[in-house]
């Protein structure tokens, strides 16, 4: 079975631009949840989808934000890039059935994530 | 509020000893615990979970921790690590039906050396 697949692997943009992340869950995983992982502030939670709504979000602005299509692959969008985002930002996906046992009896699994350098 | 504390973010030990890595939490609701391994370049691995039942887990590569609820932790332990043990160690908490929010540690580097 194949892993959590993040494009691109790596990525540079400037100050003011925006970017696109894409992640492809495990085939089968409903959930998508993204991070941010940077030396400072460790990984923080983004944002959760479920059957393309978001179920969960964490403190950040909203410059960030994410989407997920019918078939559970999911975009995390950044408009107006500052230079406090550079960072790796993780995709992880799960089973996370509604309520029951199964939603949080489920680990997540993550991906190898994308490096945004912004300068 | 809800924190995670990996009590040490580095651990040099040499190839073959026995290693712990302390991980404390804060909640005033049940939690699950995980531990995750990071190595460079990679995203996270499950490296084992509680979510009830039996204190003591055991996880992949030879990995166990223990929860113990009194002293809010949950600290990982290897009898014996070998040099590709070497990698960052996270420590997760999550509550009931937030399964795809997990509240991470700083982590723990772990080094390994011949």
């Given at each position: 079975?194949?892993?959590?697949?993040?494009?691109?692997?790596?990525?540079?943009?400037?100050?003011?631009?925006?970017?696109?992340?894409?992640?492809?869950?495990?085939?089968?995983?409903?959930?998508?949840?993204?991070?941010?992982?940077?030396?400072?502030?460790?990984?923080?939670?983004?944002f959760e989808?479920?059957?393309?709504?978001q179920r969960n979000k964490?403190?950040?602005?909203?410059?960030?934000?994410?989407?997920?299509?019918?078939?559970?692959?999911?975009?995390?969008?950044?408009?107006?890039?500052?230079?406090?985002?550079?960072?790796?930002?993780?995709?992880?996906?799960?089973?996370?059935?509604?309520?029951?046992?199964?939603?949080?009896?489920?680990?997540?699994?993550?991906?190898?994530?994308?490096?945004?350098?912004?300068? | 509020?809800?924190?995670?504390?990996?009590?040490?973010?580095?651990?040099?030990?040499?190839?073959?000893?026995?290693?712990?890595?302390?991980?404390?939490?804060?909640?005033?609701?049940?939690?699950?615990?995980?531990?995750?391994?990071?190595?460079?370049?990679?995203?996270?691995?499950?490296?084992?979970?509680?979510?009830?039942?039996?204190?003591?887990?055991?996880?992949?590569?030879?990995?166990?921790?223990?929860?113990?609820?009194?002293?809010?932790?949950?600290?990982?332990?290897?009898?014996?690590?070998?040099?590709?043990?070497?990698?960052?160690?996270?420590?997760?908490?999550?509550?009931?039906?937030q399964?795809g929010k997990?509240?991470?540690?700083?982590?723990?580097?772990?080094?390994?050396?011949?």
């Amino acid at each position: 079975k194949a892993g959590v697949t993040q494009t691109p692997r790596y990525l540079i943009k400037t100050r003011g631009q925006q970017v696109t992340l894409s992640c492809s869950p495990i085939s089968g995983h409903r959930s998508v949840s993204w991070y941010q992982q940077t030396p400072g502030q460790g990984l923080q939670f983004l944002f959760e989808y479920f059957s393309e709504t978001q179920r969960n979000k964490g403190n950040f602005p909203g410059r960030f934000s994410g989407r997920q299509f019918s078939n559970s692959r999911s975009e995390m969008n950044v408009s107006t890039l500052e230079l406090g985002d550079s960072a790796l930002y993780l995709c992880a996906s799960s089973l996370a059935a509604t309520g029951g046992m199964s939603s949080y009896n489920s680990p997540l699994h993550f991906g190898n994530g994308t490096r945004l350098t912004v300068t | 509020a809800q924190s995670v504390t990996q009590l040490d973010s580095q651990v040099p030990v040499f190839e073959e000893a026995p290693v712990e890595l302390r991980c404390n939490y804060s909640s005033s609701v049940s939690v699950y615990l995980f531990w995750y391994v990071q190595y460079p370049n990679q995203g996270l691995q499950l490296l084992l979970k509680y979510l009830s039942g039996s204190t003591l887990v055991k996880g992949i590569n030879g990995f166990e921790a223990e929860f113990n609820k009194s002293q809010t932790s949950f600290h990982l332990r290897k009898p014996s690590v070998h040099i590709s043990d070497t990698a960052e160690y996270f420590c997760a908490v999550s509550f009931y039906n937030q399964g795809g929010k997990l509240i991470f540690g700083q982590g723990t580097e772990l080094s390994v050396k011949p």
